[in-house]
């Protein structure tokens, strides 16, 4: 045999001995075949059960442990809906929303901000050749989350009506 031949053999025997020892400290069992015997179980002579001792149990392999039950979810108050914005007309964005708190002109378009408790959402219109007019290209939360500001924001607008 050649020494390459060797250095090859004992690399792939090295590569084999360390994948068996992984699966050893991960707690994998080797599979048992049917055709093979049960492990016989060693006893001490020295004790004698007075019942016949109960087969211990197996450990579940690790990968079908079961998994912890999740702990209930507080009951979260109700989500208020998201209007979506974008591609809005200016009056479609009032009816929505109400009138802005302040206004600005950044040509080519301008831009309406919105103002609730803990809020601010700025909108941001542009003008659109084809249809006339200008209408909602972007939001952007000024102050807090800009979903949960939108959402305070069209559910103040209603109450308003």
């Known amino acids: 045999m050649t020494l390459l031949a060797r250095l090859r053999t004992a690399a792939v025997l090295l590569a084999a001995s360390a994948g068996l020892s992984a699966c050893a400290e991960v707690g994998i069992d080797p599979p048992e075949w049917p055709w093979q015997d049960p492990r016989p179980v060693v006893s001490s002579p020295a004790a004698v059960p007075s019942a016949p001792a109960a087969k211990p149990a197996k450990p579940a392999p690790a990968r079908m442990a079961a998994k912890p039950e999740r702990k209930a979810k507080p009951a979260e108050p109700q989500a208020q809906e998201v209007p979506k914005l974008v591609g809005l007309s200016e009056a479609e964005t009032a009816q929505l929303l109400g ?20 809020c601010r959402l700025a909108v ?22 800009a979903d949960a500001c939108l959402g305070r924001l069209a559910a103040d607008a209603r109450k308003k009506e």
């Open 124 to 145: 941001h219109l542009f003008p659109d050749m084809e249809k006339g007019g200008f209408y909602t290209l972007d939001t952007t939360a000024e102050e807090g989350a």
């Open 99 to 118: 009138q802005p708190a302040e206004e600005s002109a950044q040509p080519p378009g301008k831009v309406w901000v919105y103002k609730a408790a803990g």
